[in-house]
Each structure stands twice: as C-alpha cells, then as structure tokens.
Antibody
Framework: EVLVAQSGAEVKKPGESLKISCKGS????????IAWVRQMPGKGLEWMGM????????KYSESFEGQVTISADTSTNTAFLQWSGLKASDTAMYFC?????????????????WGQGTLVTVSS | QSVLTQPPSVSGAPGQRVTISCTGG?????????VHWYQQLPGTAPKLLIY???NRPSGVPDRFSGSKSAASASVAIAGLQLEDEADYYC???????????FGTGTKVTV
C-alpha cells in the first residue's frame, strides 16, 4: 500500500511556475507535519521546510525561505511545493515525507514515511 | 555545509561488519536531539532505518544497529550483504538553526 504518493516528473523552462503535490493516505493526515526534502543530482538530502495541515503552520529552512511556497489542503490530504520563477539550479529530485516524533516526550523528530520523489528538470 | 559530518564512503566484504559515523555539535546531537538514519538504495526514496538513536522500525533487520555518544552517533551493519549497497544518511534537529539537518551521506560498497 502506497501511503505517500507524489505527482509525476516535470520539465520546465527557466522563469516558469510549478506546483508539485504529495498525497498522504495514512490516518490523521492533518495532525502530522509534512516536510519537503531536496536532492540535487549526485548530492545529499536537504530539508526545505514543512507544513502542519491542521492549521497550515509552515516552517522554512533559511536556505529556501522566499524561494518556494509550501502549503497543504486537508480536504484532499495533500501537501504542495511551488515555485513562481524556476531556475536551472532548481533541477533536482524533491521528496515529501511525514515527520513523526516520540510520543514519550524525547526530542526525536524523524521522517518515517516518504513519497517516491518528483524529478523537476529546469532547462531552456 | 551540513552540520552533521559523515565519511564519504565505507566498504566491506560480504559477511563483514562496517560502521558509519555521524559527527555533530552542541546544538544538535550534543544537545540531546535524537539521531535517525536513512538508507537510500540507488534510484529510490530514502527509507527510515534507525530512529531515536538505536530503534529499528518494523521490518528492518537486526543486522542494523545504532548508537550515540556525546555529539556523535554511528550505525553498524553486521553480516554485510550485497543488498546493503546504498547511501546512508544520519539526521537530527539543530536548535541553533531551527532546522532539521541531514548528514553529508556515506556510500556503502559491498
């Protein structure tokens, strides 16, 4: 069973806008933070930011604030990542992931369910 | 630029034991935030391997084990198998950055 499903690969030109999606099929979707993680070609994982669907609270990494917009829609159990003006340097694989935590109060914050990734290619 | 440092690569023969280190600092691992590990097989999404320093999610073989001491952590793979060839990442939270941070990643070759 696929619990987190992302939208398909995209090919865009510099300056174009784009919105990719991440649908959660697990229970209590709105009460888990959903994070977005970038992986540039041949590189490591970078946390971009995350959204809490229940109240649309959003946190951004300093590196990505102002560069992307994160949102969620509880009526469809879907989170989104969007750009208003893509650059070639945005070419990467983007993963969404559910952030879980330790219910016993320990400072454990980890990503336990991942989407399959959305490859975004920006090229003229 | 990551605040968590891992060796770029480790290798071992089938059946051997390898360990991957993750070195952080006083605002992340050393501050008591849990360390979590992910396995990324070629061309696939990361998969949670260890959470809360040394806990394995259901389905992860007990060949994988985690540990933490001060501002560092490590994951060990015992009885190395060909299917363990992958990239491995540690992850924690950094209170100074207010951000979730990943390690630089380690490629394991069998």
């Amino acid at each position: 069973e696929v619990l987190v499903a992302q939208s398909g690969a995209e090919v865009k030109k510099p300056g174009e806008s784009l919105k990719i999606s991440c649908k959660g099929s697990y229970s209590n979707f709105k009460n888990y933070w959903i994070a977005w993680v970038r992986q540039m070609p041949g590189k490591g994982l970078e946390w971009m930011g995350m959204v809490f669907p229940a109240d649309s609270d959003i946190k951004y990494s300093e590196s990505f604030e102002g560069q992307v917009t994160i949102s969620a829609d509880t009526s469809t159990n879907t989170a989104f990542l969007q750009w208003s003006g893509l650059k070639a340097s945005d070419t990467a694989m983007y993963f969404c992931a559910r952030r879980n935590y330790d219910s016993g109060g320990r400072n454990w914050f980890f990503f336990d369910l991942w989407g399959q990734g959305t490859l975004v290619t920006v090229s003229s | 630029q990551s605040v968590l440092t891992q060796p770029p690569s480790v290798s071992g023969a089938p059946g051997q034991r390898v360990t991957i280190s993750c070195t952080g600092g006083s605002s992340n691992i050393g501050a008591g935030y849990g360390v979590h590990w992910y396995q990324q097989l070629p061309g696939t999404a990361p998969k949670l391997l260890i959470y809360g320093d040394n806990n394995r999610p259901s389905g992860v073989p007990d060949r994988f084990s985690g540990s933490k001491s001060a501002a560092s952590a490590s994951v060990a793979i015992a009885g190395l198998q060909l299917e363990d060839e992958a990239d491995y990442y540690c992850q924690s939270y950094d209170s100074r950055l207010g951000a979730y941070v990943f390690g630089t990643g380690t490629k394991v070759t069998v």
